[in-house]
């Protein structure tokens, strides 16, 4: 005869394994319209992905920059796709919040974007990007 305290173990694993499955979806979904959305250079699909108040902090010339991400994706110009490939290497989730990297490799450079995630209202968005460009040599 099993003991309550396993089955009741075994369940709630179960539930909380279930729930972290339907999370990590929700946030490939959301980092997958922010990648396809670039490559296919649809500015609502990027935009999409971030919440009104998303930031992307970089460094322009050496000196910290920032910009309000889903306005700076939000104008997008249309045109051919471009040519990369795209790769979630890793997404690390706790509760509400996750970090997530992303590779985005074209012929010449590659840009790794790290990006922190927050689950408002029910749903995953991306909340804060900081991207490093690689060019290669």
């Known amino acids: 005869m099993k003991s309550p305290f396993f089955v009741s173990l075994f369940l709630?694993?179960?539930?909380?394994?279930?729930?972290q499955t339907d999370?990590?979806?929700a946030i490939e979904a959301v980092l997958t319209d922010y990648m396809i959305g670039g490559q296919q250079r649809d500015g609502d699909r990027i935009a999409g992905a971030f919440h009104e108040q998303a930031m992307m902090k970089y460094l322009r010339n050496g000196e910290y920059a920032e910009v309000?991400?889903?306005?700076?994706?939000?104008?997008?110009?249309?045109?051919?796709?471009?040519?990369?490939?795209?790769e979630i290497v890793?997404?690390?989730v706790s509760g509400y919040a996750a970090m997530a990297k992303i590779r985005l490799t074209y012929a010449d450079k590659e840009f790794i974007d790290y990006?922190?995630?927050m689950k408002v209202d029910g749903?995953?968005?991306i909340v804060n990007k900081v991207p490093y460009l690689k060019r290669f040599d």
């Open 12 to 19: 709630l694993l179960s539930i909380g394994l279930s729930a």
């Open 23 to 25: 999370d990590l979806q």
């Open 68 to 86: 309000n991400a889903k306005e700076f994706f939000g104008g997008a110009k249309p045109g051919a796709p471009l040519e990369r490939t795209n």
């Open 90 to 92: 890793m997404i690390d």
């Open 115 to 117: 990006m922190t995630l």
């Open 123 to 125: 749903e995953w968005t």
